[in-house]
């Protein structure tokens, strides 16, 4: 489950800019919370809004340049690792719009927590127990520094819940290591090429049951862009029995009318099977409308991360969905019947029908805004503080007043031109135009 996210230098972002996924003290939703004894509750579920090119969608690629920088190099020499990152590397890009930045390391800080590797977290068992009966919950923090194609620096410490101080695992600066007692006892090599991050050597040449839970965690993540068109063609397709009739009754429960679906070997085709009266008729999944190949898409994906207790990263979830499958969407993730392992979801959006305080938590949006010096800066509707000084009520219309400009992250022009000196504009270019 992840914590806390944190990075700077990283293309819109200059400055060092922190997500944080740790729940607020505050009242609304709290039987949605991802909470375990003797830990901070988490959100299932965040949203960031804002504006075009306003720095939403590199907030997830920052996460995504984190997970894929790690994974990447034991997939390339593991081909048979099986992971559901949905997307290639993204290089870690500096910061553009000044003298300086392009000569620093671009920076990430990650705090996330996992359980004793063959373990799953539940909401109905405490994994933070340390009897023999149950799990162990570790919280393990990684900092990695990148420049220009090269490690820079990078950091592992691992912490008990309820421990008093985090353990050292490594630590790297240049080309300089060192090693923490977990390590020294395993005496693994130091020697590393200068573009690999040392936890993905250790994970490809060792087997330290440390560096695989971290390990595992990042390959567990799934990142998808629905920003791009391609990504609708990418479909996960299971012949197990169970989890196609999971999907066909999601698929029901949305309004999708469809009694089973079949995956065509020779064709590479998927079919959707509808019965009516007596008869059964297939349709390519070519043929179906934009919103139902999306759920088609989208659904598997999310399922599994629900069964899993799986970080899902998705870039503009929103596209081709109806409002209303939207938020079915959201509330699985906070819905601690379904939702039984700690997944979580973070998405960008443009969608305002569910930017209500009956679908999200306060600390559960957050915002994506452009500043005069054209880098990016996030914060959430929590953070915000009215012209009293008080914190956005909680019973708001979120959407009225995201529209009305109060929250920044405006999705309108910020120059846009007042309707006389519109309609003077349009009356100077007809002008002109004759």
Request: proline fraction near 3%; hydrophobic fraction near 35%.
């Amino acid at each position: 489950m992840l914590c806390q996210f944190s990075f700077q230098n990283f293309k819109s972002y200059r400055g060092e800019t922190t997500f944080d996924l740790q729940a607020s003290a505050i009242p609304e939703f709290a039987d949605s919370l991802i909470t375990r004894e003797r830990c901070s509750s988490l959100l299932p579920v965040s949203v960031v809004y804002g504006s075009n090119g306003g720095g939403k969608t590199n907030l997830l690629q920052a996460l995504s340049c984190l997970i894929s920088t790690v994974v990447k190099p034991i997939h390339d020499l593991e081909k048979n690792r099986k992971s559901l990152i949905m997307q290639q590397r993204i290089q870690a890009e500096p910061f553009l719009f000044d003298s300086v930045s392009a000569e620093e390391p671009t920076e990430f800080r990650i705090f996330f927590r996992t359980n004793e590797p063959g373990q799953r977290a539940s909401h109905s068992t405490c994994p933070c127990k340390t009897d023999e009966s149950r799990p162990v919950m570790y919280e393990y923090r990684y900092y990695l520094a990148v420049l220009k194609g090269e490690i820079f620096a990078e950091t592992l410490d691992r912490k008990k819940i309820g421990g008093k101080k985090p353990a050292r695992i490594f630590y790297r600066e240049g080309g300089e290591i060192s090693l923490g007692t977990i390590l020294k006892k395993e005496n693994v090599s130091t020697s590393v090429n200068a573009k690999m991050p040392f936890l993905s050597f250790l994970a490809i040449n060792y087997n330290i049951p440390a560096v695989a839970e971290v390990q595992e965690w990042f390959e567990s993540c799934i990142i998808r862009s629905y920003a791009n068109p391609m990504a609708e063609m990418r479909i996960m397709v299971s012949d197990d029995a169970a989890f196609k009739k999971q999907i066909v009754l999601l698929l029901n429960d949305m309004g999708i009318e469809v009694d089973d679906y079949r995956f065509d070997d020779q064709e590479k085709q998927l079919y959707l099977t509808r019965r009516i009266e007596d008869t059964e008729y297939e349709l390519a999944f070519d043929h179906e409308s934009d919103g139902t190949r999306k759920l088609i898409a989208a659904l598997p994906v999310l399922l599994t991360a629900l069964q899993e207790g799986r970080l899902v990263i998705i870039d503009e979830l929103d596209a081709k969905l109806h409002p209303k499958l939207l938020r079915y969407v959201i509330s699985m993730f906070k819905n601690q019947g379904i939702n039984a392992h700690g997944a979580q979801l973070l998405f960008t959006s443009h969608d305002m029908a569910t930017m209500k305080n009956t679908v999200f938590r306060r600390d559960e949006i957050w915002f994506a805004a452009l500043n005069e010096r054209y880098g990016s800066e996030l914060y959430s509707l929590y953070e915000i503080r009215r012209e009293d000084h008080e914190r956005i009520n909680s019973t708001a219309a979120f959407d009225k007043q995201y529209m009305e400009g109060r929250y920044g992250a405006d999705p309108y022009l910020q120059n846009m031109m007042s309707e006389s000196e519109w309609r003077t504009d349009t009356s100077r270019l007809t002008r002109e135009r004759k």
